[in-house]
């Protein structure tokens, strides 16, 4: 099921946080395997777009 609108990014981040710890993974079916490397790569693309983004707002 697709995230809320409302909710998007607590629920992708409570995601996120769950699949960090499973990064280093060994016993992965090969779908899952580049799954992680597309999450890596959406994850780094992120990264480099946050200093265009106003990523100083109050927590």
């Known amino acids: 099921m697709a995230n809320m609108a409302y909710c998007r990014f607590q629920n992708t981040l409570e995601d996120l946080r769950a699949c960090s710890d499973y990064l280093d993974e060994a016993d992965l079916s090969e779908e899952e395997k580049k799954a992680r490397k597309q999450l890596i790569n959406v ?3 992120i ?3 946050a200093e265009y983004l106003y990523l100083d707002e109050e927590d």
């Open 43 to 45: 994850c780094q693309s």
């Open 47 to 49: 990264v480099d777009d």
